[in-house]
């Protein structure tokens, strides 16, 4: 056989997350209602539906590597300069992009225990030692993080605000703080995947110049383009320049960057995604509340049902809402798996949610 | 500063492309003929263009993480099991993935000097020692690859057959002594991105069982699917199955997967598209011999057409080209940089070629 890496020799077979059409393959049918993975259900604009469209015929063309185009407006939105926008594929993409360029093996890499499998999936990929924190009060420890961070020498510490799994959030001045005491040399990768979908407020302002912090977004979310692959990142220059070094530049969908340009343009469109996935969070929390179960208030495109006991029992209500071909996801560490995951559905979805959960409940 | 490891803070911040937009950006007006990327300018099966712009609306949905009916259908089409495919973003994503799995700092790989410079980034992204092998009548030599192969005990040796930027194609009888000439523990990478162009016959016959080679694939060139970024590798299932450790199992776009799924369907469209290619090689061929100038015989999507003097030379016919909005590129290292390459246009994008032509040459 080729001669791996050592550490890739070393690396487990496993994949951060099974999609639900494996799923879907190993059950032999369909799911109902597809709100396990924090998908936006309600869908991308029209307009970039259109522009995506369009551009189908022009895919024999390689897109823009550069992103040119969609990184200007982007700098536009967010009122900063093109240089501190770097657009990969997906957040994912670009954590793992990240994470090659700042870990090596033995690096320390800081995260709470139970958050995004997948950047775990990239620091152990790139042979970074990973220190978890626990949750607290279904919260990330923002505090505890940061002092892991600096009792191990953590080369990144990973927070996620809105927080997944749980949908948590802290409000800007608890970020602030954050970015004030985070160690020299250890960089805070704040992924804001889920910050569209929180309250107005609570973004803390952006500071390009900070070397302390990196902020990644994206479209797989509000905008509701997940299948598009297009994330990006802002930070300060040197840092977003240095991405250019080992990324590949020709990796960009040319229908995605069309269609994350024609998304950004339709403001009306993500304000009224916005309100319907806050009323898809309230229909959650009612049908939960209807069968005795309380919610995590949540900032977030899904909420975490709390199903009262312990991981396994969770585990049988999703086993039971799965069985009813609704596909749900749960978190994986307790205590927060005492909860299943619900992506904010259409009212059709979260009809057939309220219908199958009481059996789930009662057989669990 | 956050550290970078000591492998990227020393890589230079250099592009393995400058792609055409950015060109047009810096001169301020488009081309009038992009025949410089080896683009398809035939485009997509229409019923490939009609699957991406039916899935725009779907493209809520991140894509399946597997590839699973699209390897499928590869793995019907090339007679192979589903577990020696895997699907990624471009050649370019897979053979990132193959160079992390197998180099590290210091780790040897052979490649043609002048040949495909992504690969090279690749390599150098992950700390390989570059060895080179000059390129033999404008062929890249086979042989002499095996032989530095096994001298500096390489981990990789690159073929692209047929090549690029030259087009020149070696057939199945070398292929397979290169194979059974290649050293043990290293991995012969057959760079087949143009092979659909290629006369029939040219397929050196896939034996998924032999560890000692992998085969690259791509819908970017005859299926003319360039911005949708698939690619697939196809060897032995040990292999295939070690990029599930770390490719960005959501890095698919979905609107791809479905476009270069209807594409593989497509089997008249894509025997049009060769016909189209081999006629407009043969027409750039026209061009060049009106023009007094010799052309290296091409099996590819493009033709190297030599200028008949130095490299100097040829970037001012280039250059001469690019003033009149004729986009195309050349060869970078002597003396194949005696050459311009152009893709096969169309025949409006060959009539503006044919008249640039003369005075770029004259001008020269």
């Not at 208030?297 to 009813?324: H, Q, T, W």
Request: charged share 25%; hydrophobic share 40%; with cysteine.
């Amino acid at each position: 056989m080729p001669r791996f890496t050592e550490l890739v020799a070393g690396l487990p077979a496993t994949v951060p997350f099974v999609g639900p059409e494996a799923q879907e393959r190993t059950r032999g049918k369909s799911f109902k209602a597809r709100i396990g993975a924090n998908e936006n259900v309600f869908g991308p604009s029209p307009r970039a539906v259109e522009a995506m469209a369009r551009e189908a015929a022009e895919t024999w063309q390689y897109g823009d590597p550069e992103n040119h185009e969609l990184k200007i407006a982007l700098a536009l939105l967010h009122g900063i300069a093109v240089e501190n926008v770097v657009v990969g594929e997906g957040i994912d993409g670009l954590l793992g992009y990240l994470v090659r360029m700042l870990i090596e093996p033995g690096d320390k890499v800081v995260t709470s225990l139970g958050a995004y499998p997948t950047f775990n999936f990239h620091v152990a990929g790139f042979g970074g030692d990973l220190e978890t924190v626990p949750y607290m009060d279904d919260h990330e420890d923002v505090f505890a993080l940061i002092a892991k961070a600096a009792e191990v020498r953590a080369k990144i510490v990973y927070l996620a605000n809105p927080d997944n799994p749980m949908g948590t959030i802290h409000p800007p001045s608890t970020i602030g703080r954050a970015i004030d005491t985070v160690p020299g040399n250890c960089l805070l990768v704040l992924d804001e995947a889920y910050l569209d979908c929180a309250p107005a407020g609570s973004e803390y302002p952006l500071d390009p110049d900070d070397k302390r912090i990196v902020r990644m977004r994206t479209f797989s979310k509000v905008y509701g383009m997940a299948g598009a692959r297009v994330g990006y990142a802002i930070g300060h220059q040197e840092l977003i320049r240095s991405f250019d070094k080992i990324r590949n530049h020709f990796g960009m969908s040319r229908i995605s960057q069309a269609g994350a340009l024609a998304a950004l343009e339709d403001r009306q469109h993500l304000a009224n995604t916005v309100a319907r996935i806050e009323n898809a969070r309230r229909r959650i929390g009612e049908i939960a509340a209807s069968n005795g179960l309380p919610v995590v208030p949540s900032a977030a495109n899904f909420v975490a049902v709390d199903c009262g006991r312990d991981g396994e029992y969770a585990r049988r209500v999703l086993e039971g809402l799965i069985k009813r071909d609704i596909f749900v996801r749960m978190p994986l560490v307790p205590p927060q798996d005492r909860c299943i995951r619900v992506s904010a559905g259409t009212e059709s979805d979260l009809r057939l949610f309220e219908q199958a959960l009481p059996a789930a409940l009662r057989e669990a």
